[in-house]
């Protein structure tokens, strides 16, 4: 039986201003006045709208006009969203959802940040985050395809309407407000696509157009620490779901539902995917700490593959057999590794998981070259297995391809190769190992790989990851004889500059997935070398050279990806 799980996100208690300011396109009068509202009480919310298969699942029906499971339940009247609340209630004791008040609705959809910044209409550029008249084709879509805001929250604009808690919406005024709640006559709902937007429909009013979210408060004590709300909220004003910066992201810099292992704290619920029967129960997922206590264990499932999610981190898991070319494979402090062997030579290759990553460098950094912003999220969907070293004169020379290389040493990285020699490297050795794919990486690949869930222009102090002008003595060295990066690659940065497999694509605004640049007449390098530069031996540096080039501080590395092929 396979269960439906809902993720909800940590919204902290705060204050903002409530309403839009005077000058706000579009701006309606009951928007106004601008006034300060305390949220006293942080609170779940659901991550999405409530879907179809969430509604199925606990009511047992389907009343939306656009069917989908991952599209979001309409055509539910208020009075239909709170019989909702309460059949999950009964069929999950402590879950207490309910719908959020107005302020409650404003506060989350704008977003963690300082006034000025959640004063704005949006939190980003309207495409990006909403499906609106000019982009929806009329109907509506699966959650999760629009960026989120900074609590982590999808569709909270756009897509369609959704329902408060409050019977009416309150008359604004100048007077500061604390967790305000209106009782009246219809119920409010919210969503012309800017934040400060007010509505109001009758209770028993259900069309395409309406469907709702809920919260869940946690009993006071047994909210998220502070170091895990500060993880999802204010240090992650700038941050993309998996690295922290400083600031918040509308001006260009990260996005908030992209880091690498770490994201906004959620919580999780599952409930069994078919109807259920009253007094029907389901099996216990949660493991909660309450007070000072620090540990606590549970039994785990036997099962294919299995995630793990806090407030702080998700841990996947997922049983699968070694690769058919391996001849050793294990799990270390970076990670899985496996290792393929031709003529008694060793490569060992690292696990490089999916993910998502903010590539190129952000705005107004002195040191960036011009074709390294904009910066902009880039998706990988599938893991690969990658060197964990650019390839040494050892394997190369195990393939039986003659010596190209300027610097000799068995340990040291192949250069002085152009991609047309690569490509006959790769051929030949995919042709003598059973199951082995082997390719160059894309320049996306590259990065993600080599940032490996760093936002930083480095993985680590210069001088302890990389070769580079200052330190080189003016040749390559041996691999591993700096720093790994946090998946266990080696020399990502400095020895020898890396060819990718495609072109230099030009950056643009909005997210990305597993991006190819065009193949024209030149091909990415990435990495810097021996002889580059501080400024060069970045993660987000690029440089282009003709396929035909033969230097010495030039070399590459190779992935192993059958979605690929």
């Not at 799980?5 to 201003?17: D, H, K, N, T």
């Not at 977003?111 to 704005?120: I, K, L, T, V």
């Not at 409930?271 to 029967?277: D, N």
């Not at 990066?485 to 400095?494: S, T, V």
């Amino acid at each position: 039986m396979k269960d439906v799980e809902q993720i909800l996100r940590w919204v902290p208690a705060g204050s903002f201003l409530m309403g839009s300011p005077d000058d706000e396109e579009g701006r309606t009068e009951d928007e106004g006045p601008q006034h300060r509202v305390k949220i006293s009480r942080g609170f779940w919310m659901f991550e999405t709208p409530c879907t179809q298969a969430l509604w199925f699942a606990v009511m047992g029906t389907d009343p939306s006009q656009f069917n989908g499971l991952q599209r979001p339940v309409e055509n539910v009247s208020w009075d239909a969203a709170q019989e909702f609340n309460k059949s999950l209630n009964s069929f999950l004791p402590g879950v207490g959802v309910q719908l959020p008040t107005e302020a409650q609705w404003e506060y989350a959809c704008r977003g963690p940040g300082s006034d000025p910044e959640r004063q704005r209409a949006r939190y980003i550029a309207l495409d990006e985050i909403a499906w609106y008249s000019g982009n929806s084709g009329s109907n509506t879509h699966d959650d999760r395809q629009k960026q989120c805001n900074g609590y982590g929250l999808y569709d909270t604009l756009g897509n369609f309407w959704e329902w408060c808690q409050d019977d009416n919406y309150r008359q604004y005024d100048n007077a500061a407000k604390i967790d305000p709640l209106q009782a009246a006559a219809n119920p409010s709902l919210t969503g012309l696509v800017r934040a400060a937007y007010r509505n109001a429909k009758h209770p028993v009013v259900r069309h395409g157009l309406l469907g709702f979210r809920c919260l869940s408060s946690p009993e006071p004590g047994a909210e998220p620490s502070r170091e895990a709300a500060m993880s999802g909220s204010e240090s992650q004003q700038g941050g993309s779901p998996r690295d922290r910066e400083s600031e918040w992201p509308p001006r260009g810099k990260n996005f908030p539902g992209e880091r690498q292992g770490v994201s906004p704290p959620r919580l999780q619920f599952s409930v069994l995917s078919q109807p259920h029967s009253p007094g029907a129960s389901t099996p216990s997922r949660m493991l909660t700490l309450n007070g000072p206590a620090r540990s606590a264990s549970i039994s785990l499932p036997t099962k294919q593959a299995l995630q793990i999610e806090t407030d702080c981190e998700i841990l996947s898991l997922e049983l699968a057999a070694a690769p058919e070319w391996a001849v050793a494979s294990g799990r270390d402090q970076y990670g899985l590794w496996a290792e393929f062997e031709i003529n008694g030579v060793r490569q060992r290759m690292r696990w490089i998981p999916p993910g998502q990553f903010r590539m190129g460098s952000a705005d107004k950094r002195e040191y960036s070259y011009i074709d390294e912003p904009l910066q902009h999220t880039v998706t990988i969907t599938h893991g690969f297995w990658m060197f964990d070293t650019p390839c040494p004169q050892q394997l190369w020379e195990a393939v039986g391809l003659p010596k190209t290389s300027r610097f000799d040493g068995s340990q040291r990285p192949v250069e002085s190769v152009d991609f047309e020699a690569v490509g006959n490297f790769i051929l030949t050795l995919n042709g003598k190992i059973a199951g082995l794919s082997l390719r160059l990486p894309t320049e996306a690949e590259w990065e993600y790989s080599c940032r490996a869930g760093s936002t930083s222009d480095r993985y680590g102090p210069l001088e302890e990851i990389a070769w580079y002008d200052k330190n080189s003595g003016y040749r390559t060295h041996d691999v591993k004889q700096k720093r790994a990066n946090a998946w266990g690659l080696h020399d990502m940065l400095g020895n020898v500059w890396e060819w990718c497999l495609d072109g230099q694509r030009e950056y643009k605004k909005g997210s990305v997935i597993d991006p190819v640049g065009a193949v024209l007449s030149f091909r990415v390098v990435r990495g810097g070398s021996w002889r580059a530069s501080a400024r060069r031996v970045r993660a987000a540096n690029r440089l282009a050279y003709y396929p035909g080039v033969r230097i010495g501080n030039l070399g590459f590395r190779c992935l192993s990806s059958p979605s690929k092929e």
